[in-house]
T-cell receptor
C-alpha cells in the first residue's frame, strides 16, 4: 500500500508570492490533516479535511487555506508569503471514520523557504 | 483548546541507560495519548499510544504511563540504543486531531 505522498518536496518562494502544496493520502483514508513544523515549535495543526469538508481548524491566519477533492487528495495554499512561513509542511492521513482518534500517517513533507 | 507541555526539550543519555520524557495536558476530556518518533530527515511515526481507560502500556523497550488525575503522561525507554536517537512528540486529544507537544530531542551516546 502506497504511503502518503506530498509534492513538491522542496520549494523556494519570495515574500508576497503564494504557494500550493499537494498531498495524496493512503488509499481508503478519508481524513487529511496539515501541520507546520518549525524548529522548537513542534507540530502545529493547520486544518483537517474529511470527505471534502474542513472539519477542524487551527490558529493560523486566513492566508492559510486548504481544500480536499472527491478522491481525498488535498491541497493547501499560502498566500502573501512572509519570511516566517518558512517551514516544513507535513500532511497526515488517517481513516478518520468516526470521532475517535487513530494513527496519523505522515508524508515526508514539503520544505518551503521564503526569501 | 488543549495545551500540551513536553519536557525536557533535549535529553542526552549513554547507551544502555533509561530515558523518560514527560508531558502534561490541560483538557481533562482528552482520552487519547499517542507518541510519535521522528528520526532526522524523516517523517513522524507512531510508536505507542494509550487511551484513558488504561494506566500503562508496554511494547518491548518502550512504555507509556498515564495519570489522568494529575493530567500527565510519560514515555519510558529502557536499554537505550543509538538508533533511539530522534525527536519524540507526545500528543493529547479527544477528537481525531490530537494536540502535539513541542518535542524532545533524545541523543543516545554509544
Amino acid at each position: 500500500k502506497a504511503g502518503v505522498t506530498q509534492t513538491p518536496r522542496y520549494l523556494i518562494k519570495t515574500r508576497g508570492q503564494q504557494v500550493t502544496l499537494s498531498c495524496s493520502p493512503i488509499s481508503g483514508h478519508r481524513s487529511v490533516s496539515w501541520y507546520q513544523q518549525t524548529p522548537g515549535q513542534g507540530l502545529q495543526f493547520l486544518f483537517e479535511y474529511f470527505s471534502e469538508t474542513q472539519r477542524n481548524k487551527g490558529n493560523f491566519p486566513g492566508r492559510f487555506s486548504g481544500r480536499q477533492f472527491s478522491n481525498s487528495r488535498s491541497e493547501m495554499n499560502v498566500s502573501t508569503l512572509e519570511l516566517g512561513d518558512s517551514a516544513l509542511y507535513l500532511c497526515a492521513s488517517s481513516s478518520g471514520g468516526n470521532r475517535g482518534t487513530g494513527e496519523l500517517f505522515f508524508g515526508e513533507g514539503s520544505r518551503l523557504t521564503v526569501l | 483548546g488543549e495545551n500540551v507541555e513536553q519536557h525536557p526539550s533535549t535529553l542526552s543519555v549513554q547507551e544502555g541507560d533509561s530515558a523518560v520524557i514527560k508531558c502534561t495536558y490541560s483538557d481533562s476530556a482528552s482520552n487519547y495519548f499517542p507518541w510519535y518518533k521522528q528520526e532526522l530527515g524523516k517523517r513522524p511515526q507512531l510508536i505507542i499510544d494509550i487511551r484513558s481507560n488504561v494506566g500503562e502500556k508496554k511494547d518491548q523497550r518502550i512504555a507509556v504511563t498515564l495519570n489522568k488525575t494529575a493530567k500527565h503522561f510519560s514515555l519510558h525507554i529502557t536499554e537505550t540504543q543509538p538508533e533511539d536517537s530522534a525527536v519524540y512528540f507526545c500528543a493529547a486529544g479527544l477528537s481525531y486531531i490530537p494536540t502535539f507537544g513541542r518535542g524532545t530531542s533524545l541523543i543516545v551516546h554509544p
